[in-house]
């Protein structure tokens, strides 16, 4: 009997032990994640500021009045006459 | 000598007294037990009773709650082209106090965020009990770096968003403006401010006696950015509206203007322009007045403009048909209830077609006369006339409309053409948009792809009938003749002068002159209204002021929506066959302009 109580008390110990440093172990683990979670969410956010910057910088490029005014005085396209139109028919 | 004997063999009276090692013992260990008890007891004190207290104690002395900015959604356009864009900026905030404590420092921070360094000194003494001002709000993420470089104690930064508008003037009404603070103060931004605007976040930090950031620690809220959204507006068409509109406002030297092109189909908002605007990218100088949406929040008379909803009430009572009963419009003059209804021309016997491509008043208001009351009205609300569209913009009108009960008999025949009510070019544009999907009305919207409700308004034998007879508006002898015309493209419409409502009765040399119109008219797909206020230089006609840019808005938007030609080769429907694909060679034929004058002195 006595060697089964203190068998029992030797596995609950081990079981103590190994969850005491589990817990430590699952703490740091956590703190490294956040920190790399952080650190991607932040990857992600520059990226996503990047984008919206390039996005902005295409609009404006893309801007409608700048085309027509590129198109009609640099390149000097006009809008067709309405005679000089043929229509295609398939 | 003797030696003195000791006295170590007889325990002496002292020792006797004293007490005996055992009991010496007990008492130091009940005293050593005592003090350690004591020791425990507060332990237990501090780590379990008060453990709280001092926790929270601790933790506020280094744990910070920071939010996390989120960015708010971006609005596109139906191509996808963005047309609100939020970019991070940087606002730079400091603590007075510790700022002040480094005097040495702030000569260069003052230049770096462009200040004059006593103005900094004076700003940061007035709030010097405060522990949190801005400096600087906004600044570019590079100027914002060199700051924080700087290294001064108790400046920090903070991220934030700005919006960006790359059409800037263009779509600013539709759009609206945010505030600083990014929430949206006018327009879509306002409308769906909720959708766009996403929950900030939140995350605890650690931070040191210098308030940087030394470790995260938790996650407290997962921020949410914002959510995009696509409109039903095409840039393109926007763009052309916008261009046309400001050089007819700028060269009739008229007061304001608008236009609004809607997809019949789908009740969807593809442009919509006004002048005079602003810059929502630069908000600060710009005047409020200029600001209004004005299709949506300002009201005008429709003028002629409403004759073809009459002629859909005439047609639904059954009495009318499209070529008949003639009516007699007379000479031009028609004394009703002590009251003269003019028409620029004698006219003769019209049929109701010819009321509408000759714009007779005598004929809008003859035919009205013989309609019930109730009908005219329940016709102009079906229209959606008198009653806000429902499209969740902020700040749209009603309009205004008698109810038809309360109606005179005189009231009715000037109600006819289209005196007396009041509407907004978006109520108007919806109308006719109304007539060309075969009379079935959809909720005008601004988001591409909603689903809205359609409503059967009208027999669709009837809202064909009328976009038939609206055609005859741009043939030679109708009014809109021929400056709506579209080549290949067949136009159905109505031209508008009214005279403005000031106070105390119309102004005599004021007008509003419109233009409303449906193409392609043998298949319709967008219906458009152009709205120009007060043109002063020149013409103040509807078909010479607003018709040229509907058609060169239009022409523009048919090209860019893929809509194919419905009248290839000809100039109007109905006109010569000028090639068998197409125009070919030749010029706009020559037709004789009939003037659409509104009716003068009215009685409102």
């Given amino acids: 009997m006595k060697v089964l109580g203190g068998i029992f008390m030797l596995i609950l110990i081990a079981a103590v032990l190994s969850t005491a440093i589990a817990v430590v172990w699952t703490r740091h683990e956590s703190r490294v994640l956040f920190v790399e979670l952080t650190r991607l969410q932040n990857v992600r956010d520059d990226l996503n500021i990047e984008y919206g910057k390039l996005e902005l910088e295409q609009a404006t490029w893309a801007e409608p009045r700048r085309v027509d005014d590129e198109s009609r005085q640099k390149l000097g396209m006009v809008n067709p006459k309405p005679q000089d139109i043929q229509l295609v028919r398939q | ?604």
């Fill in chain 2, 1 to 604: 000598m003797k030696p003195r004997p000791r006295t170590t063999a007889q325990p002496t009276r002292r020792r006797t007294a004293a007490p005996s090692t055992r009991r010496r013992m007990t008492l130091v260990v009940a005293v050593l037990s005592l003090a350690s008890l004591g020791l425990v007891a507060r332990a237990f004190d501090l780590q379990v009773v008060r453990k709280e207290f001092y926790q929270n104690q601790g933790d506020a002395r280094f744990l910070r709650e920071l939010p996390i900015a989120v960015s708010r959604g971006t609005i596109f356009d139906r191509n996808g082209e963005p047309l609100a864009v939020s970019t991070p900026v940087v606002s730079i905030w400091a603590n007075p106090s510790q700022v002040l404590e480094s005097e040495d420092k702030l000569p260069a921070l003052a230049k770096a965020i462009g200040m004059d360094e006593g103005a900094l000194k004076q700003y940061l003494m007035q709030r010097s009990e405060r522990e949190f001002v801005y400096l600087k709000r906004q600044m570019s993420p590079d100027a914002a770096q060199a700051v924080i470089d700087l290294a001064v104690p108790g400046v920090n930064s903070q991220r934030e968003f700005r919006r960006f508008y790359p059409s800037g003037p263009v779509t600013a009404h539709v759009l609206g403006f945010t505030n600083i603070d990014d929430h949206g103060q006018e327009g879509l931004e306002l409308a769906f401010d909720d959708w766009l605007a996403g929950k900030p976040g939140a995350k605890r930090v650690i931070r040191d006696r210098m308030g940087h950031v030394v470790e995260d620690v938790e996650l407290v809220r997962a921020p949410q950015p914002g959510r995009d959204i696509t409109l039903s507006i095409d840039r393109r068409i926007q763009f052309l509206a916008y261009n046309e509109l400001k050089n007819t406002i700028e060269q009739s030297d008229a007061d304001s203007g608008s236009m609004v092109i809607i997809d019949v189909r789908t009740g969807e908002v593809l442009a919509m322009a006004n002048w005079p605007t602003y810059n929502p990218n630069a908000l600060r100088g710009s005047n409020p007045s200029s600001r209004r949406n004005r299709a949506m929040t300002d009201v005008v008379e429709p003028g002629s403009t409403i004759k073809p909803f009459v002629l859909a009430a005439a047609l639904s009572s059954g009495k009318y048909t499209p070529n008949g009963p003639l009516i007699d419009t007379g000479n031009g003059h028609f004394y009703y209830i002590s009251h003269d209804i003019r028409d620029t021309h004698a006219n003769g016997m019209l049929s109701p077609t010819g009321i509408l491509a000759k714009s007779s008043n005598i004929g809008a208001a003859k035919v009205a006369i013989t309609l019930d009351a109730g009908l005219m009205y329940d016709t102009y609300r079906g229209f959606g006339f008198g009653a806000s569209t429902n499209s969740g913009f902020p700040g749209e009108a009603a309009g205004y409309l008698k109810p038809g009960k309360s109606w005179g008999m005189l009231e009715k025949a000037i109600l006819a053409y289209g005196y007396g009510l009041n509407v907004t070019p978006l109520q108007l544009a919806n109308g006719y948009a109304t007539i060309a999907d075969n009379g079935v009305m959809h909720l005008p919207t601004f988001v591409k792809g909603s689903d809205n409700e359609a409503k059967q308004i009208i027999d669709p034998k009837i809202a064909n009938e009328l976009v038939q007879m609206m055609v005859s508006v741009t043939q030679p002898g109708g009014t809109g003749a021929p400056y709506v015309w579209i080549a290949n493209y067949g136009v159905a419409g109505k031209t508008g002068t009214a005279h403005k409502a000031v106070a105390g009765g119309y102004a005599k040399n004021n007008y509003s002159s419109a233009f409303a119109g449906i193409v392609p008219a043998s298949d319709p797909r967008m219906a458009a209204v152009v709205v120009i206020d007060n043109p002063r230089k020149g013409s103040y006609y509807g078909a010479l002021v607003s018709g040229p840019v509907f058609a060169k808005v239009m022409d523009g938007a048919l090209r860019l929506m893929d809509v194919p030609p419905d009248n290839i080769g000809r100039w109007y429907v109905g006109g010569p066959l000028q090639g068998q694909n197409g125009l070919t060679g030749n010029k706009q034929p020559v037709v004789e302009p009939v003037d659409d004058a509104p009716v003068e002195e009215v009685t409102p």
